[in-house]
């Protein structure tokens, strides 16, 4: 039987705070741009990741990769750093970059791919809010 290839997707929520505001913008630029994600003292939301791993289902094991692994990976990269944080001010990341959820799943990404083995990672998406929703591949 030739070679399959299979996709795995780990779930995983967390909570945080976060204020939308650039440093390469003025406050009445950030006040238009971002509105009510302006807010000074910042607003909440409770995020929910989707981690998902492409490879070759192994013909011992019939898995891509063991989600009780993935499980871990996603507890150093995400759970760690993210859960329960003001992600502006306790991620060292976010002290320079716009925490939107666009930049959040690079984050994700660059943390993930430093634990998974190396072509495996194959996309991160992330809903900031039931309706708001983002994708990133790496690229
Ligand atoms: N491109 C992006 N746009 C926005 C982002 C983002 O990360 N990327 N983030 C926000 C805010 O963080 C904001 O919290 C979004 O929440 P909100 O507008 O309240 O969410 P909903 O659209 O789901 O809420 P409803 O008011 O119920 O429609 C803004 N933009
Ligand atoms: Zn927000």
Known sequence: MSER?????????????HRLHSKSLSDEENKRIFG?????????????VEVTVRGKI???????MNLTDLKEYIEEAIMKPL???????????????????????VFIWDSM???????SLYEIKIYETDKNIVVYRGE
């Open 83 to 105: 859960d329960h944080k003001n992600l502006d001010l306790d991620v060292p990341y976010f002290a320079d970059v716009v925490s939107t959820t666009e930049n959040l799943s």
């Open 5 to 17: 290839i299979g996709f795995i997707t780990r779930v995983q929520s967390f909570s945080a705070c």
């Open 58 to 64: 192994d013909r011992n094991t019939g898995m891509v």
């Open 36 to 48: 009510k994600c302006n807010n000074p003292n910042g607003h909440g939301h409770n995020y929910t």
């Open 113 to 119: 791919v430093k634990l998974l083995p190396p072509g």
